[in-house]
């Protein structure tokens, strides 16, 4: 099984990727450190800002390495944000029925309510080089974004409301 894991910055997609790590013993692939190992290597010119363009220049290789790791019958945990929303497209049944998409997404009331608590946490698995992009208003806009174009998609998110250390329990407790 490979574990499609996305959503918006800071919702905890790495924190739930080790928790899974740990209880499944799957391999973790990080699109962030595929996507870095990329830029630093100068095999594009885009940098961590171009989020766009990056999904478009990440997600075929992503695809491909999930398509590689079912064919070969091998479970993974896949962790990023650059997956398009309508990332079904690309797999038919037969890699779709291998395919567990988890997307994680904050509300504008959790994150006005927790706010700098989400900013202190920011480095609990990874540590970011720098954070100075993320104010609150940047963070309730992008988690809009991710809910309104998965739903137009089609896909389930994960909303995290009022007890974000319980979404992530439950998230790992079901998968």
């Not at 990332?87 to 309510?113: G, N």
């Amino acid at each position: 099984m490979v574990i499609l894991l996305t959503g918006a910055s800071h919702t905890g997609k790495t924190v739930l990727a080790q928790k899974l790590l740990e209880k499944l013993h799957y391999p973790y692939l990080s699109v962030d450190h595929l996507k870095m190992g990329l830029i630093r290597s100068g095999q594009t010119a885009l940098t961590p800002a171009d989020d766009e363009q990056l999904t478009e220049y990440l997600w075929p290789i992503v695809r491909e390495i999930i398509k590689t790791a079912i064919e070969n019958r091998q479970d993974l945990i896949v962790e990023g944000c650059y997956v398009p929303f309508d990332w079904r497209k690309d797999f038919d049944a037969r890699y779709l029925d291998a395919i567990r998409f988890v997307c994680l997404a904050m509300t504008d009331s959790y994150i006005d309510a927790h706010f700098d608590a989400i900013r202190s946490h920011a480095c609990d698995i990874e540590a970011r080089l720098d954070d100075a992009y993320c104010t609150a208003d940047r963070m309730k806009a992008e988690n809009r974004a991710v809910i309104a174009g998965n739903e137009v998609a089609g896909e389930r998110v994960t909303l995290i409301d009022t007890d974000w250390e319980k979404a992530i329990e439950t998230l790992s407790d079901n998968l």
